[in-house]
């Protein structure tokens, strides 16, 4: 992993008043964290937005946890650990 390392991210930008549409979401770049303690980073090859996933976008109660506005969206996702500080996600 380099210093110059970018890690991308997706943002949901406001919720959606209906089906999701291209303007409810933002994109962002900071730079790659160095993991802490029991942390680890992983260099994604591939990401899902599975339409399951509108439910989170969504303020209701449901089965799992919401996404808010400015936070980053949650994906599923194959990647690989690029840098480890956790004895059970070894680098690789």
Not at 2 to 8: E, L, T
Not at 11 to 33: S, Y
Not at 50 to 57: E, F, G, S
Request: aromatic share 8%; glycine share 8%.
């Amino acid at each position: 992993m380099s210093a110059a390392a970018v890690n991308r991210q997706v943002v949901l930008a406001h919720r959606p008043g209906g089906a999701p549409t291209r303007d409810i979401f933002a994109f962002a770049e900071h730079a790659v964290p160095v993991p802490g303690d029991n942390e680890y980073v992983v260099r994604n090859y591939f990401i899902a937005m599975d339409p399951a996933l509108v439910a989170r976008m969504r303020p209701e109660d449901n089965y799992t946890e919401s996404v808010n506005p400015g936070e980053v969206m949650h994906a599923y996702g194959v990647g690989e650990v690029v840098a480890s500080n956790w004895e059970g996600a070894p680098v690789g």
